[in-house]
C-alpha cells in the first residue's frame, strides 16, 4: 500500500525555486531514503510534505489524501512526524517534559505507556528523564527528538539527518534504531548524508540533484550504481 505519494511537486522560498516537477513514493512498512548534495533540496522536500512550505504546484497524498494545502499541524494530526535537521528540542524543557510534547496530538490513555517504550529503547535518556535538555550530548539530543516524535504515534516519520554531527557510536545506535523501527512496521522516510549507511537500511531511495530526482531503485541498487559510488560515497566505480 502507498502510504505517500509526491507527483510534480515544486516548491521554494518566496521567488526562488527549490523543488522541480519532484515524485516520489513511500510504501507502508517502507524506510525509504533521499541522498544529495547540501542544497539538492532534500529539506526543503519534506519541510514540504510535513506542511512547514506551502508548495506552488503538484500532490502530496497521504494514506489517498491530499494534504498539500494543510497546516502543519494537521498534518501533524493526521500521523506524520518530522523530525527535523538539528533536533530542534525544547532545551529549557526536561527530558520528560520534551517526550509529553510529542502527544500535544494526542487524547487517548496510553501516553503514558509509550513514554515508559521511549524509556526501555534509549536507556540514557531514561537515567535523564529530569534533567534539562540542553545538558545532553549531541546523541542524546537526537535521542530526545526522535523519541518525541515516536510518542506522537506516527504512521509516517521524516528524519533529517538523523546522525548529522554524532559520534560513531550514536551514529550505530541511530541507525540500529532505524531497523528496529522498520522490523515494529514503522514507515520512515529518511534524509541522511551518510549515504552508505542509509542506502544500505533502505527499502527504496532516490538521488536529488538541485531540486530533482535524478535516480530511483532500491537501496542496494543505488549502492551498486557507479555514479552513486563516485558522486555519493567517494570512491572510484572500478
Do not use: C, W
Not at 515516536?150 to 550514536?170: I, N, Q, T, Y
Not at 545506535?173 to 528496529?180: A, D, H, M, S
Not at 552508505?196 to 538521488?207: F, I, M, N, S, W
Amino acid at each position: 500500500m502507498t502510504m505517500l505519494s509526491v507527483r510534480g511537486l515544486r516548491a521554494g522560498y518566496g521567488k526562488i525555486e527549490v523543488l522541480h516537477d519532484v515524485s516520489i513514493a513511500v510504501e507502508q512498512g517502507q524506510i525509504v531514503t533521499l541522498i544529495g548534495a547540501n542544497g539538492a533540496g532534500k529539506t526543503t522536500l519534506l519541510k514540504t510534505i510535513s506542511g512547514l512550505i506551502r508548495p506552488s504546484a503538484g500532490m502530496i497524498e497521504f494514506e489517498g489524501q491530499n494534504i498539500a494545502r494543510l497546516a502543519a499541524h494537521k498534518i501533524s494530526g493526521r500521523g506524520v512526524s518530522h523530525v527535523p535537521e538539528g533536533r530542534a528540542i525544547l532545551k529549557r524543557m526536561t527530558v520528560i517534559d520534551n517526550l509529553r510534547m510529542g502527544a500535544y496530538v494526542r487524547s487517548d490513555k496510553d501516553i503514558d505507556r509509550d513514554l515508559r517504550a521511549v524509556f526501555e529503547r534509549f536507556a540514557a535518556l531514561s537515567e535523564r528523564r529530569d534533567q534539562i535538555a540542553a545538558t545532553l550530548s549531541g546523541g542524546e539530543q537526537q535521542m530526545l527528538a526522535i523519541g518525541r516524535a515516536l510518542v506522537a504515534r506516527p504512521r509516517l516519520l521524516l528524519l533529517d539527518e538523523p546522525s548529522l554531527g554524532l559520534a560513531p557510536k550514536f551514529v550505530t545506535l541511530i541507525f540500529q534504531t532505524l531497523r528496529e523501527l522498520k522490523a515494529e512496521g514503522k514507515t520512515i522516510l529518511l534524509v541522511e548524508q551518510n549515504a552508505r549507511k542509509a542506502l544500505q537500511v533502505a527499502d527504496q531511495a532516490y538521488a536529488m540533484e538541485r531540486g530533482r530526482i535524478v535516480l530511483s531503485g532500491t537501496g542496494q541498487e543505488l549502492l551498486n550504481m557507479p555514479q552513486v559510488q563516485r558522486t555519493y560515497l567517494g570512491q572510484s566505480a572500478a
